[in-house]
């Protein structure tokens, strides 16, 4: 079998272990969980699929872009308040005020909330505003080759700026408290536990077409390009291509994601507030994507998941002693599994090889020609590694 057929063979069983995933994961969210959750614990799986559609993006920024995101709050917070905002508008009626302006404020409606009156403006403001906030940030950041642990720190930084801000705007904003008490959705009323249902479909129905996106990215060009970039910017920037341009686009894609997650969250969770947006649970998704494993398709998803769910668990039962097993969790994976959870099916392939296992008359059997996991389709850069040698 020549090296062209074996990678041919990779690539096709590598496609068919995605599509397997993804079937294996529509049935799991559309018809296994609403046919044996309580309507209670459905609305939970909901808010966890909120933080999975984050974890999506910070997959692609960090795990194939290198750029570790730790201000995913804010366009988290920036998406959730615009979807607050129309939803208060709406149960104040066509000319009302929403209840917490009466009861801190003078009762005057601020100008800018008044676009988020209409369905449409909303939803693009959902999208558009994260967006073009991030477009500003990348812009600033990426133009001045700022990167690593500088690019982590801003980000950061950036997210407790915004907590701090949203805390201080009591009249408009609701401060600690935040915006809550929601009573309809697009017309629909949010105490009906049909409704309900309705939401945790739209918000699986969202988290799958985000990994579809994400994967025809990751099997793109701008995919190898974006892993070029990750591992050797110069070189990339050697061959004529800007990695500032490659990188944004990955920073806003991340951003949309993120805005849409905490559209969601909020007619799902019912509430909004700083305590959603700030450092905590911006870093507590990258904990779930680097528990998972970050340059995987499905690992940051699984991984944001489950820690969530583990989360909840553990609280119920153990209130004081989530955060240490949260630390262990964290350290541990680092440590023994640098690639996350879904590494472990890769280093089950590695670990006979390693040590001599699997041989065929005293000598190794040949490696498998797919090494890589069916949870991650690592793309193909032969064509960047050509451009690279052709450019030396």
């Known amino acids: 079998m020549t090296d062209t057929t074996a990678t041919s063979c990779g690539k096709l069983r590598r496609n068919y272990g995605v599509l397997f995933g993804f079937v294996l994961g529509a049935l799991a969210l559309l018809v296994l969980a609403p046919a044996v959750l309580s309507d209670f614990r459905l609305s ?74 209409s369905p449409v403006v909303t939803l693009l403001g959902i999208v558009l505003i994260p967006s073009l906030v991030a477009f500003g940030l990348g812009i600033a950041i990426f133009r001045r080759r700022v990167r690593g642990a500088y690019f982590a720190i801003l980000s950061q930084a950036l997210a407790a700026a915004f907590a701090i801000l949203l ?40 988290l799958l077409a985000m990994l579809a996106v994400v994967w025809q990215l990751y099997r793109s060009r701008y995919g190898e390009l974006l892993i070029a970039v990750r591992d050797q910017e110069e070189r990339v920037r050697f061959l004529g291509y800007d990695p500032a341009n490659i990188k944004l686009v990955a920073y806003v894609l991340a951003a949309a994601m993120a805005g849409i997650a905490g559209a969601l969250f909020v007619p799902i969770v019912g509430i909004i507030s700083p305590a959603n947006v700030g450092v905590v649970p911006s870093i507590a ?60 099916t890769l280093l089950q392939r590695s670990l006979p090889r390693r040590w001599g296992f699997g041989t065929r008359g005293g000598s190794l059997s040949p490696p498998p020609s797919d090494a890589g996991s069916l949870l991650s389709p690592e793309p193909d850069l032969s064509g960047v590694s050509a451009g690279t040698e052709t450019g030396q």
């Open 44 to 117: 939970l799986l909901g808010r966890f699929v909120c933080y999975g559609i984050v974890a999506v993006g910070i997959g692609l920024a960090w795990g194939r872009g290198g750029m570790l995101t730790l201000g995913q709050g804010v366009f988290f917070g920036l998406g959730g308040y615009v979807m607050a905002f129309h939803l208060k508008l709406a149960d104040a009626g066509p000319s009302g005020v929403p209840d917490f302006m009466l009861l801190y404020g003078s009762g005057h409606l601020p100008i800018w909330w008044e676009p988020f009156r």
């Open 167 to 206: 805390i201080g705007q009591q009249v408009t904003l609701g401060g600690f408290n935040g915006l809550n008490g929601f009573r309809s959705f697009f017309g629909f009323n949010l105490y009906d536990p049909v409704n309900k249902r309705m939401l945790f479909y739209i918000a699986a129905i969202a």
């Open 285 to 344: 998704f990258v904990i779930g994507v680097a528990i998972g494993g970050r340059a995987t398709l499905f690992g940051p998803v699984l991984g944001a998941i489950a820690v969530a769910w583990a989360q909840t668990a553990l609280s119920e039962n153990f209130p004081s002693f989530w955060s240490y097993f949260q630390g262990a969790l964290f350290v541990l994976v680092i440590a023994f599994l640098p690639a996350g959870l879904s590494s472990v």
